[in-house]
């Protein structure tokens, strides 16, 4: 494990990365190898030919010279209110402990630990599994994320 001490989105989530504070892994795995786990679980979303899933794993930046992986991180937008308001990701928190680090410069806050607590509770009360991979609030299955 390889822990990443200044994340910023231009930079993309390594094979082995985690979390410079908890440890956590951040590694979603090979897009592809992703999809077609999926595939081989009957997931209906990935009832797909070998070469669909191909072209599923590329919309998301994957090709063989350069094998994209999911990032297990979750994409903070604030709210129009406040001063930081930008429309997008203004920050990357570990799903886990809930630190996170500015998209921009790379500066670490603990302003969101409570709002990943109280999510990672929702999560594990609910359907939600430990592959699924997080981008936002939306608790949804295809809340995935590359970086
Ligand atoms: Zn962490």
Redesign the pocket.
């Known amino acids: 494990m390889s822990e990443v001490n200044n994340f910023k989105i231009n930079n993309r989530t390594q094979e082995g990365d985690c979390?410079p504070?908890?440890?956590?892994s951040w590694d979603g795995g090979d897009i592809l190898e992703d999809a077609t786990r999926r595939k081989d679980a009957s997931e209906p979303m990935f009832d797909m030919s070998d070469t669909e899933l191909i072209e599923y794993a590329e919309a998301y930046g994957w090709t063989p010279e350069d094998k994209r992986r999911w990032g297990n991180l979750i994409g903070m937008e604030l709210s129009y209110d406040d001063p930081e308001h930008y429309d997008g990701v203004s920050y990357w928190a570990?799903p886990?402990?809930?630190?996170a680090w500015c998209r921009w410069t790379g500066d670490r806050t603990d302003r969101f630990v409570s709002d990943v607590k109280l999510r990672n509770l929702h999560i594990e009360g609910g359907e939600l599994t430990k592959d699924f991979k997080l981008e936002g609030f939306d608790l949804t299955k295809e809340d995935k994320k590359h970086i």
Do not use: L
């Not at 504070?21 to 956590?24: A, L, S, V």
């Open positions: 979390c504070e908890c440890k956590t570990c886990e402990c809930g630190v």
